[in-house]
């Protein structure tokens, strides 16, 4: 669909666009500042409007820390039934606030509309030295992967929202939701970060697979990923989420599991993620260090995979301890 858009005349300013599938667009203001603009929104995934503002304005937030970004603005995005409780609204609302207020950022505005169905988030504005950028598609042959999230919050939210899943389950989910990334982002700073991307509707191989953009291959180590417990047993009861599906229609061709991947471990790896983690490519001899400044923060992270030069097939899953 974006291939049918007009093309813009070309601004050397523009120093990421549409192009790569890239999780915020970078515009050049002087040799010291860039500009990070993203937005992002969606319908909630629970039933508290408190939690549901948090979320989504974490997920949204998440983009400029992809980017390698700082907060610095943000306006909410608001669809809302004319009809219903405005303090329903002003929950969503209050909860998107303290996130942006926790990012260090300020809220100055927004936008609603009458709908049928409840849609909340933000639009981010940023900033980010234009030498200090994390394409999402900048790894090198070599590399290893960082994921900072447990993957599987899809999938529990499903088995929520038809009561299978226990309140543990659920909490969990909602507190790695509701966690910024900024945290972890921070780590990154003193290191030489090659590629970095936010794991969201996409799911993790769906995200991955922009990562390689057809110029790399990436061997995934699934029992190192970091995962809900939870979201596997769901996954075994089928328990799954159609965008699950439709990740796995899109770059399915792409993958090749092993063996040993069990049919659950793929469904998470496609497992849409509301507000998901990291995933970070960084030179071999510097994982380590970065991994430890991160799990010192009580963040899940680990190192998950390794770039490749181009394969047969760009995304190989298997165990690293067969």
């Known amino acids: 669909m974006l291939s049918k858009l007009p093309k813009c005349n070309p601004d050397p300013n523009l120093l990421i666009g549409f192009d790569s599938s890239d999780d915020a667009a970078v515009y050049k203001i002087n040799d010291e500042t860039a500009v990070v603009q993203t937005l992002d929104f969606f319908p909630p995934m629970v039933e508290d409007p408190y939690t549901f503002g948090k979320i989504a304005a974490t997920n949204a937030l998440s983009d400029v820390y992809a980017m390698g970004g700082e907060v610095k603005t943000a306006m909410n995005i608001v669809c809302f039934p004319q009809s219903w409780d405005l303090n329903i609204l002003g929950e969503i609302m209050r909860g998107g606030a303290e996130k942006v207020i926790e990012a260090g950022g300020v809220l100055v ?4 509309i009458n709908d049928v169905d409840v849609k909340y988030g933000l639009s981010v504005m940023g900033i980010v030295h234009p030498d200090k950028i994390y394409p999402n598609n900048g790894g090198h042959p070599g ?6 999230k447990k993957l599987g919050v899809g999938i529990i939210s499903t088995a929520h929202r038809v009561g299978e899943a226990t ?4 909490d969990a989910a909602i507190e790695s939701m509701t966690t910024l990334n900024k945290y972890a982002a921070q780590c990154c700073k003193k290191y030489d970060i090659h590629g970095c991307t936010d794991i969201t509707g996409f799911g993790f191989l769906g995200h991955l697979h922009e990562m390689v953009d057809g110029k790399l291959s990436c061997r995934v180590y699934a029992d190192q990923m970091p995962v809900f417990p939870e979201a596997l047993e769901y996954a075994d009861e089928f328990l799954l989420t159609a965008v699950g599906q439709q990740n796995r229609n899109h770059a399915g061709r792409h993958i090749r599991f092993d063996d040993c991947i069990s049919f659950a471990m793929q469904e998470v790896l496609f497992d849409p993620q ?10 071999a001899d510097q994982a380590e260090s970065l991994l430890a400044d991160i799990q010192a923060l009580g963040v899940p992270a680990a190192i998950v995979g390794e770039m490749l030069e181009p394969q047969q097939k760009e995304i190989y899953v298997t165990n690293l301890k067969k």
Request: hydrophobic content about 40%; charged content about 15%; glycine content about 16%.
């Open 167 to 170: 309140k543990e389950a659920m």
């Open 274 to 283: 509301s507000s998901g983690g990291l995933m970070i490519v960084l030179p």
């Open 143 to 148: 590399d290893k992967l960082i994921v900072t």
């Open 109 to 112: 505005g927004g936008h609603s």
